[in-house]
């Protein structure tokens, strides 16, 4: 087995550190060869808060994947949440000279590099560039201009960015341990590149990752990523909400809102009621069923609709042919594609990692979408990198990735 | 939630205000103290002094002093500071008449040129023999305007130093780190001009503010009294949900403060701490707290509160210290004065009955300003000074009529106490009941989305009641 081939995706979640071993096969597949996880503490709002402490969990995550998958891991992609990343559209643009007409590989490299002339606060640095089109002479839509004819060239792009020294802990964590850091990316655009199809960007789709800690999203139209962003709001909430309303503590809570918890209203019948058995340093109590479910539902109809008015800045939810699709691991709570689909008015969906070989039952649960994503991401960042061998961890142009 | 009823009453001293006079001297000062002026300024009297008839007469201060009818005719010293302070002394009179009846004052001015240089030091004396506290709030040129007029800057700083209680010193090259480097070279000054206002406005609030624990001029003395120390001076106001924090963030960004990180060398720190009456004891606790992380464990903290109705929302915190130049603490320096002035303290002051001396706006003789072509009167400014050092030179005299001046400045009638804290609506204070908690984000930073804090749980948020 070459070892460029092995790629491993480490996702620090605020709940749990996923750890996830692919290999590169030659016809374009990904295979499984192991998971590795361990609980995340340390770890709030999608951020590293006590460095140590992250650490440990890394490593232990890291140790689990090395045992199961029987390989030695060097190097990761590393995937980064938090409510610090931004992201908007920006437009470079280059003139041919008039000697020439036909747009050749140098123009592109000019006019990526032009639409990434954009100021961003000093203390952020940027994470992704991803080309959406480009524009020849007014002509909208282009994939590719390498050869066309033309003496204008326009590119859209979407750039996320982040602040630099928040996005340097999770690299510095992972390199402590010490591993190597292949890169970073945004966990929404990592999700999506397993959850969704080429033809579902192609018809519009959203995708929600609703993790422990931040809910991240993505929106594709016409095949090109549009908006996308992270909402420090997550299933950590819901437990805290739990946890507070009806006084238990945080890690019954957790249990309650796996077992039992559920957003649709009006579904049970009154005086339906819980039963939490008594714990050491837990006396037992009974619980309404609605109540747990209005403070579930209350938040993440919240939640869903301040993602609703942030998407409808700009137009493009009309665009959704595909629908939503929503991962991560609070989409396991009953009843969110219902929620979501009622709020956006869209069909909505929970989905997970489906276009994989290998271990398939152990990786078909949306929790791993990010991890697996981040395998994806890679095999297609290297099939585009190999010719050229240009490797930085910040500021990058992938036409590979969309 | 309860409501209380009877809403408590702010302490009733309101009606004693201090006189405090903020005297701008030469063409930096003017420009500091339009600001000030412009930023708005109750509870205080503004003097402008000038040799510049233009400047003078373009300053929107009530009181203005001409300097040097004769010495200057009314142009500048042009950067001479030798001319300053002769200029200074032809008018010692009307200063002293400017200065009177006020038991604080604040000298602003820009070292380094001719009029604030020379004129400033003299001014600080005549104030303090008047039996004022004074205070000097001064600018030190930037670098690249020359060696020669650094030096000027540093000699009449000392000088200055000698003569008031305290020196608190901005110098431009640090201004340069709050101006963003593409800002044009206005907003440099302005930015400068702003910090002394701030500063100036934010002692005289101190000082002046009804306070719960109030802040005297002893504090304020203790905390700024070192000789040709560095003086460490913070401002910061807040209004947004986390405004403590955000208040003490902003005061420590100063770039007299160096983030925080002189305040540990500190050997005593005066911290205020205004707000509106929505102001609550957390919020106090969180920044006396968060400031601790900052100061040394022997740092004394000199801790002064008041609760102003026309702050609102806001809450802002003003930090005072200053460093012993060489990390010798010399607590002596007053003692070591031509004229020793006792210290007045604010609670010997009675509110007393209007006498007329009281800043009658000076009929200055104001010449337009293009009325002599300054051709003409070029040799003059180059003439030689006449010849008598510079400060200290007091004669007895003066110093038998200054103490007079000074018991008649003692005596001063307080003018105005027209508080508006008065025509403030009682307002009903509320009690939060059970606390808004953030539960496990308690300590994470806040999510605040469109103005709400989505780390408190929604239903409580949203008033809806779920058992």
Known sequence: MASNNLMVGLEIGTSKICVVVGESRTDGTVKILGVGQAPSRGVRKGEIVDFETAMKCVHEAVVDAEQKSDVMIRSVYVAVAGSHLQSFNNRGCVMLPEDRD?????????????????SIPAQNAFLHSIIQHYHVDGQDGVLNPIGMSGQKLEADFHIIHGMRTRIQNS????????????????????????????????????????????????LYADGAI????????????????????LRIPMARAEKLKIEEGSCILGNCLPGDMILLKDDSGFAGKEIERETLNTIIHLRLRETLELLKRRLDEESYLNYLGGGIFITGGCSLLNGLDYLAGEIFELPAQVVHAHTTSGLTSAVENPQFSTAIGLIKYAQAVQRDRRPRRFGRIFGKFFSGIR | MIQLSKSYSLPDSVEDFIPIKIVSVGGAGLNALDRIVLDGLERAEVVAINTDVQSLASSVAAHKVQLGRNVTRGLGAGGDPELGYQAAVESSEEIREALANARMILICAGLGGGTGSGAAPLIAQLAREAGALVLGFVTLPFSFEGKRRNAQAREALDRLDQFANAVICFENDQMAEIVPPKAGIHQAFASADMLISQSVRSIVNVIQRPGLIRIGFDDLLAALRRRNGRCLFGFGESDSDNRAHDALTQALKNPLMDRGRMLSDAARILVHIAGGPGMTLSEVEVLMQELGRHVNEQTQILFGTAVDGRMGNRLSVTIISSLAADGDIALDGVTSLPVAVPTPSIWEQQPQPQTSVDSVPESIPMPEPPRVPPIDFAPIEQEPPIAEPAPPATSLSKKAESSSVAAQGRSAPVKKTNPVEEKLPAKQEVLQFEPVTRGRFEKSEPTIVEGEDLDVPTYLRKNIKVK
């Open chain 1, 102 to 118: 036909e747009i050749d590989e140098q123009d592109v490299e000019d006019v990526k590099s032009n639409a990434r002339e954009v």
């Open chain 1, 171 to 218: 690299i510095r964590c992972v390199k402590e341990l010490p591993l190597e850091v292949e890169d970073v990316v945004f966990s929404a655009l990592a999700s999506a590149q397993v959850v969704l199809t080429k033809n579902q960007k192609d018809l519009g789709a959203l995708v929600i990752d609703m993790g422990g800690g931040t809910t991240d999203y993505v």
């Open chain 1, 226 to 245: 549009r908006q996308s962003g992270c909402l420090a709001i997550g299933g950590d909430h819901i437990t805290n909400d739990i946890s507070m309303g």
